[in-house]
């Protein structure tokens, strides 16, 4: 089992950057494949971009894809979302979650990822 919290959220300007970092306990981290969601209020949550344990594989929501960055370090236990060009429909709660896999895929849905951190509130001013 593995617990994940997540940080650098924060109040930005439209166009402007964040950081969020998500920290996971244990040591078998590095088997694990990384999410990255969101919820605004009143929306259900969505996915937001992906990492597989070895970061061989990412993806990314259209929403996001060139704006957003998502990496890791095993040795760290950390998995990152760097966010570029942030826009005010960027607001939301950002949530990262963890699943094992033995083939290691980018899942793009909820309910294969039984691990979340508590979420990062990121909010963008326009």
């Known amino acids: 089992q593995v617990q994940l919290v997540e940080s650098g959220g924060g109040l930005v300007q439209a166009g402007g950057s964040l950081r969020l970092s998500c920290a996971g306990s244990?040591?078998?981290?590095?088997?694990?494949?990384m999410g990255w969601f969101r919820q605004a209020p009143g929306k259900e949550r969505e996915f937001v971009a992906a990492?597989?344990?070895?970061?061989?594989?990412?993806d990314y929501a259209d929403s996001v894809k060139g704006r957003f960055t998502v990496s890791r370090d095993n040795a760290k236990n950390t998995v990152y979302l760097q966010m570029n060009s942030l826009k005010f429909e960027d607001t939301a709660v950002y949530y990262c979650?963890?699943?094992?896999?033995?083939?290691?895929?980018?899942?793009?849905?909820?309910?294969?990822?039984?691990?979340w951190g508590q979420g990062t509130q990121v909010t963008v001013s326009s």
């Open positions: 979650a963890a699943r094992m896999s033995p083939l290691g895929m980018v899942v793009r849905t909820t309910q294969n990822y039984p691990y």
């Open positions: 244990g040591r078998t981290f590095s088997t694990y494949d």
């Open positions: 990492v597989t344990r070895s970061s061989g594989n990412t």
